[in-house]
């Protein structure tokens, strides 16, 4: 080989591990990067009440309802409730929405109207619902384990009188599913220290069509009203039951939004039809079933007509057969309803 070319390979061989000492050095000697995170911005400002959810007109303040939350200070309003200002969180349980909220959004001090205040049993009442308030004592009343936001069902117990026997004694469901309002003058089940105070009330005010209003009035003057307290699961089996039966039609085309707003409330609303009863007859054997026969006049001896004064209830009449005695027909009714 040309020692020329042998002399240019060697020195390009020299130049070559020379570049690459150098570069290693270079690289070795400056530290990596550090990636370093971007401290979080503190928050600035007070905090602030605010809805942890959705709470429409007539929602009954409970200690899940609200929050505390920081708030731009500049963005604060006098209307606000402001952490450490003298705000009693306590003091705003039990206290209903008078304006809806939107989850998120501050709770103002003119959007709650408290216990006593004028308007406050108006603002619980959802649209178009009326306010009733039933007698209970602590059986009928389920022994003051009955607290406003509660939902209860109606029975009634009444006897039935007749001429042909012991009275009918039956009690039936006349009305499913209705909200507590309040009991007595309590609109909260908690005392002072928000510790759940179990006491029996003389009083108990319902939430209520005005056509249930108007059943609820009557059956108070039939018999005796009695509260059965129902479980918070119940009222997706109401809702089914009235999408089987047709009550419920749901929109074709509706959004899942408002569908379920739909079906919710639905859930939510009493119901006064399919009522269920039990009579005597089903506790004991030695109780009837039917309804008896209504007070009838008595025959005369001589087989006249019946006595001055005397009514029949046609509704409850049986079988008629005309009896003659001489050329006087009496009329001899059997059984009935």
Same mark, same amino acid.
């Given at each position: 080989?040309?020692?020329?070319?042998?002399?240019?390979?060697?020195?390009?061989?020299?130049?070559?591990?020379?570049?690459?000492?150098?570069?290693?050095?270079?690289?070795?000697?400056?530290?990596?990067?550090?990636?370093?995170?971007?401290?979080?911005?503190?928050?600035?400002?007070?905090?602030?009440?605010?809805?942890?959810?959705?709470?429409?007109?007539?929602?009954?303040?409970?200690?899940? $309802? @609200?929050?505390?939350?920081? +708030?731009?200070?500049?963005?604060?309003?006098?209307?606000? @409730?402001?952490?450490?200002?003298?705000?009693?969180?306590?003091?705003?349980?039990?206290?209903?929405?008078?304006?809806?909220? $939107?989850?998120?959004?501050?709770?103002?001090?003119?959007?709650?109207?408290?216990?006593?205040?004028?308007? &406050?049993?108006?603002?619980?009442?959802?649209?178009?619902?009326?306010?009733?308030?039933?007698?209970?004592?602590?059986?009928?009343?389920?022994?003051? &384990?009955?607290?406003?936001?509660?939902?209860?069902?109606?029975?009634?117990?009444?006897?039935?009188?007749?001429?042909?026997?012991?009275?009918?004694?039956?009690?039936?469901?006349?009305? =499913?599913?209705?909200?507590?309002?309040?009991?007595?003058? =309590? /609109?909260? $089940?908690?005392?002072?220290?928000?510790? /759940?105070?179990?006491?029996?009330?003389?009083?108990?005010?319902?939430?209520?069509?005005?056509?249930?209003?108007?059943?609820?009035?009557?059956?108070?003057?039939?018999?005796?009203?009695?509260?059965?307290?129902? $479980?918070?699961?119940?009222?997706?089996?109401?809702?089914?039951?009235?999408?089987?039966?047709?009550?419920?039609?749901?929109?074709?085309?509706?959004?899942?939004?408002?569908?379920?707003?739909?079906?919710?409330?639905?859930?939510?609303?009493? #119901?006064?039809?399919?009522?269920?009863?039990?009579?005597?007859?089903?506790?004991? =054997? &030695?109780?009837?079933?039917?309804?008896?026969?209504?007070?009838?006049? /008595?025959?005369?001896?001589?087989?006249?007509?019946?006595?001055?004064?005397?009514?029949?209830?046609?509704?409850?009449?049986?079988?008629? #057969?005309?009896? +003659? =005695?001489?050329?006087?027909?009496?009329? #001899?009714? @059997?059984?009935?309803?």
């Amino acid at each position: 080989m040309d020692p020329k070319k042998i002399a240019l390979l060697v020195g390009a061989l020299i130049i070559a591990g020379v570049t690459a000492f150098m570069a290693k050095n270079m690289f070795a000697g400056s530290p990596a990067p550090q990636v370093q995170a971007a401290a979080a911005p503190q928050p600035v400002g007070p905090k602030i009440l605010v809805a942890t959810r959705a709470l429409p007109v007539g929602t009954i303040i409970g200690p899940d $309802s @609200f929050r505390y939350q920081p +708030w731009p200070k500049e963005l604060v309003e006098n209307a606000y @409730f402001v952490e450490g200002q003298n705000v009693d969180l306590n003091q705003l349980h039990g206290t209903v929405v008078r304006n809806a909220i $939107s989850a998120g959004q501050p709770i103002t001090q003119g959007a709650l109207v408290k216990s006593g205040d004028r308007g &406050f049993l108006a603002a619980a009442l959802g649209p178009g619902m009326r306010a009733v308030t039933v007698s209970v004592s602590a059986q009928s009343g389920v022994a003051g &384990f009955v607290f406003p936001g509660d939902r209860v069902d109606m029975v009634l117990t009444q006897s039935v009188d007749g001429s042909d026997g012991p009275a009918l004694r039956a009690s039936e469901t006349i009305i =499913r599913n209705v909200r507590v309002l309040a009991t007595d003058q =309590r /609109t909260v $089940s908690e005392d002072k220290d928000g510790n /759940t105070e179990v006491k029996v009330s003389s009083n108990v005010t319902l939430e209520v069509t005005p056509r249930i209003a108007e059943k609820i009035a009557v059956a108070q003057s039939i018999g005796q009203l009695s509260l059965s307290l129902r $479980s918070i699961a119940d009222n997706a089996s109401e809702l089914e039951r009235a999408i089987a039966s047709g009550d419920v039609r749901v929109p074709e085309g509706a959004d899942p939004k408002t569908e379920k707003q739909m079906l919710l409330a639905i859930a939510s609303r009493p #119901v006064d039809t399919d009522p269920t009863f039990v009579t005597g007859a089903d506790v004991s =054997r &030695f109780q009837r079933r039917s309804v008896p026969r209504a007070q009838t006049s /008595t025959a005369s001896s001589n087989g006249g007509t019946p006595s001055a004064g005397a009514s029949v209830d046609p509704a409850n009449r049986g079988p008629v #057969v005309k009896v +003659w =005695r001489s050329s006087t027909p009496t009329e #001899v009714t @059997f059984g009935g309803k």
